[in-house]
């Protein structure tokens, strides 16, 4: 197998996560790293024995010796520092969620195609046995004709740097300078980003949407700036509708069920993956991930004139392949099946393709908070035309001004 050498950009603590899963692909090594806070770069490569590393990562670009760069920043910066590692020549490998806005992902997608590398957004819950029976059922029918969808978390208190064990992040998750928006992009691309590659990317026509910021912070002098939960519901080529529920503070207590629903047929899951998987988060035997996370999926309807409601063990199932099919591994995880794209096993064609994915979940979203502020349905040339950029193209910072020069 041929080696793969990677640089990270940010070692904040999503990195940590990233760090566990390459740890599991023997063939890829990570030689460099980048970060603006000396102090955490200089604890971080202590940890992870990384002897090259740089407070300007575009230095760190200059090497030669770099097949591939994981960049692990805050959301508003991924759209800048992604295109500088793109223009250097390099494969780059996007945290989520790809950015804030569809004006700057689409700058993104652009600009690899342009640039002639490997691009890669990380979207963990494609990645589950929950998305892979999905998919094989309604490819094969079972749903019968799929006429609404629903993708819905509501969280009683999740925000973070602010309530209960969330409290450790930074408070940048709360800005829209840094962050954008909320919850409806950050762990919102693993559901509609799921939901949305089960139904095969159907053609938006548009969305009436609705944003929130009605739950305040119960910590002084901490303000929140991105919404607390948004709604929506989407309508797509065919007459297919998708109602939409994002929230990380809301007075609800439900166990978050979505669902895809046709004339024969539905599924419905929950406990997606939004951890980056077993090799991430694996906490049991073997890394398994404890039971109130293990992703889960339902089927009830009729076959064959049978009444059926049965549960489709998709974890299990998930633990059986990865004990006897050697093959699911190229599905298993997100890192791994980028590697497997980069050193060619995986086509442009065989693979699923995380920008494209993220890029129409971007133009959802956007559709959900150009609606709230015009009070009405907006559609998708309505969205396209609005969208603006959102990222942060200069950064000022306590170890100096980084001024990314913006590709448009």
Known sequence: MKEIRIAVIGTGSISHRHMKVWAHIPQVKVIAA??????????????????????????????????????????????????????????CYCEKPMSASYYDSKLMMDCAKTCGVKFAVQISSLFSEQTRTGLRLIKDGILGEIYHARSVIANYRRRPSIDGPFNGGTPDFMKTEMAGHGQSIDTGIYHLGQMLFLLGLPKLHGVFGKEYHKIPSPIRGRNIEVEDMCVGLAEFEGGLTLDIQEANACNVIQLPT??????????????????????????????????????????????????????????????????????????????????????????EDERYNTPEIALNVSLLTDGIFLSSREGRFVTTEEIKAQSKSLAMWKQETPWGVFDYEATY
């Not at 806070?37 to 230095?59: C, H, N, P, Q």
């Not at 759209?79 to 390099?90: D, E, Q, R, T, Y």
């Not at 590697?339 to 086509?347: A, M, S």
Request: hydrophobic share 35%; aromatic share 12%; with cysteine.
């Open 34 to 91: 980048a970060e603006i806070d000396e102090k955490r770069l200089r604890v971080w490569s202590e940890k992870y024995g990384i002897a090259d590393t740089y407070t300007d990562f575009r230095e760190m670009l200059k090497r030669d010796d770099i097949d591939a760069v994981d960049v692990c920043v805050h959301n508003n910066l991924h759209a800048p520092i992604c295109i500088a590692v793109m223009k250097a020549g390099l494969h």
């Open 258 to 347: 979505s669902y895809i629903t046709g004339d024969k047929g539905a599924l419905s899951w929950w406990n997606i993956d939004e951890v980056g998987g077993d090799w991430s988060m694996g906490q049991g035997p073997g890394g398994y991930l404890p039971e109130n996370m293990q992703p889960g999926m339902r089927f009830t309807g009729e076959y064959h004139g049978i009444h059926i409601d049965c549960d489709l063990r998709t974890y299990y199932n998930q633990m059986q392949n990865r004990c006897y099919d050697s093959q699911v591994m190229v599905w298993y995880d997100n890192q791994m099946h980028w590697y497997k794209y980069l050193i060619g096993e995986l086509k």
